[in-house]
């Protein structure tokens, strides 16, 4: 699969962006996607995950509540909508594939065979 993941930039504290990650080169509703994002000097971490017929969601404790992930099979998307942010949300974000039709999912990274290229969300106090 590869993946290709936009949408970042630079928005104020209590504001909004939408990430988006455009998949090609498998059937993408045999992945479960997921969003990580790695913060300055800081391992890369788990966000959202959501499953192949988004049927399952998943999120860190951090973003819960502000943060809402979807796809859409039939346009070989996952999206990312990120409200409320806040400064330690700044990082930037990778999307990732897990071939996987299974209404289980998992965040740890090591479990996601795809990767996209990362987009760059900053956050201003």
């Known amino acids: 699969v590869q993946l290709q993941a936009s949408g970042g930039g630079l928005v104020q504290a209590g504001g909004s962006l939408r990430l988006s990650c455009a998949a090609s080169?498998?059937?993408?509703?045999?992945?479960?996607m997921g969003w990580f994002r790695q913060a300055p000097g800081k391992e890369r971490e788990f966000v959202s995950i959501?499953?192949?017929?988004?049927?399952?969601?998943l999120y860190a404790d951090s973003v819960k509540g502000r943060f809402t992930i979807s796809r859409d099979n039939a346009k070989n998307t996952v999206s990312l909508q990120m409200n409320s942010l806040k400064p330690e949300d700044t990082a930037v974000y990778y999307c990732?594939?897990?071939?996987?039709?299974?209404?289980?999912?998992?965040?740890?990274?090591?479990?996601?065979?795809?990767w996209g290229q990362g987009t760059q969300v900053t956050v201003s106090s």
């Open positions: 959501i499953s192949w017929n988004a049927g399952t969601t």
């Open positions: 080169g498998r059937t993408f509703s045999d992945h479960a």
């Open positions: 990732a594939a897990r071939f996987s039709r299974s209404s289980t999912v998992v965040a740890g990274e090591k479990y996601y065979r795809w």
